[in-house]
C-alpha cells in the first residue's frame, strides 16, 4: 500500500504485472510507428532529391545501387512486344490491375524492364488485357525504381505463368533473365506519362504518408496513458474498498 497525500493507492499484484506489460507494448508499437515515418519521409524527401537531379544516360551494365531509387534516367533501345511481364495485383483507386513490364532490349544482349502503366483487369482471369506495343526502336525517358513487392510471399507467386504476356505477383531480376534468356537490369523505369506507348502512369507516391503512422503512434501512447490511468484508478478504488470494510 502507498500513502500520499491524497489518499491511499494500493493497486493488485496480477492488474500491475498486466498494466505492465500493456504500457510496455503499447509504446513499443507507437515507437514502431514513429520509426515507420521517419522511413516514409526519408523515402519522400529522396525523392525529391533525385527527381531534382538531371537525367542520367543509360549505356546499360547500371546498377540500382549505382544509380539510387528514382533518379530519372534516358535510354535508347528497341521493344520487344513479343515477351511482356504483367505484374498482377497492382491496384488504382481500388480497382484491380496490372502494370506493364515491356523488356527493351539495348544495343548488345542487355534488357532494361519498363513500366509502361497500369491497366485494369478484366475480371476474367483467363481474359487478359491487350498490351500490344509497336517493335521499334525509341528513347524512353523516366525514372528508376526497384520492382514491386507483395505484402505476403506466398509460393508461387515469384513464377511467371507460362506463354505471353507472362503474369507474376514478385518479378525478380534473375527470374526475368532466365524467362527471357538475356541480362536484366536489376531495376525497372517507370516510363514518364507525356510519352507514347504507354498506360496509366501515376507514380506520385500516395501510399506513403508519414502522417498516417505518426496518427497511429499517438493512437498507441494514447492507449498507454489511459491503461496507467486505469491502473491508478483501480489501485486507489481497491484501497478505499480495503479501508472501508
Known amino acids: 500500500m502507498v500513502r500520499s497525500g491524497v489518499g491511499v493507492f494500493k493497486p493488485g499484484f496480477t492488474i500491475t504485472l498486466l ?34 537531379l538531371p537525367p542520367i544516360r543509360l549505356q ?3 546498377s540500382l545501387a549505382r544509380l539510387g ?23 488504382h483507386q481500388g480497382r484491380a490491375g496490372y502494370e506493364v513490364l515491356t523488356p527493351l532490349q539495348l544495343d548488345g ?3 532494361i524492364l519498363v513500366n509502361r502503366g497500369w491497366v485494369p483487369a478484366s475480371g476474367d482471369r483467363y481474359r487478359l488485357p491487350p498490351v500490344t506495343v509497336t517493335k521499334r526502336r525509341v528513347t524512353v525517358r523516366g525514372r528508376v525504381d526497384r520492382f514491386p513487392q507483395a ?32 541480362t536484366v537490369a536489376d531495376y525497372q523505369i517507370k516510363m514518364d506519362p507525356d510519352l507514347p506507348d504507354g498506360y496509366l502512369r501515376d507514380w506520385r507516391l ?12 499517438i493512437q498507441w501512447f494514447s492507449f ?22
Open 109 to 111: 544482349d542487355g534488357v
Open 206 to 217: 500516395e501510399h506513403v504518408r508519414p502522417q498516417r503512422h505518426i496518427g497511429y503512434a
Open 224 to 245: 498507454a496513458a489511459i491503461a496507467l490511468g486505469l491502473w491508478i484508478w483501480h489501485g486507489v478504488k481497491r484501497a478505499r474498498r480495503q479501508i472501508e470494510r
Open 19 to 52: 498494466t505492465a506489460a500493456a504500457v510496455t507494448v503499447f509504446l513499443a508499437l507507437g515507437n514502431w510507428q514513429l520509426r515507420r515515418a521517419a522511413e516514409k519521409q526519408a523515402l519522400l524527401d529522396l525523392q525529391t532529391r533525385q527527381l531534382q
Open 151 to 182: 505484402g505476403m510471399d506466398l509460393p508461387g507467386m515469384r513464377q511467371p505463368t507460362p506463354g505471353w504476356p507472362a503474369v507474376v505477383q514478385i518479378l525478380e531480376p534473375r527470374i526475368a533473365a532466365a524467362r527471357l534468356g538475356k
Open 69 to 91: 531509387r528514382y533518379r530519372r534516367v534516358v535510354v535508347t533501345g528497341t521493344w520487344d512486344p513479343e515477351h511482356q511481364f504483367l505484374l498482377d495485383g497492382r491496384i
Open 60 to 62: 546499360g551494365g547500371e
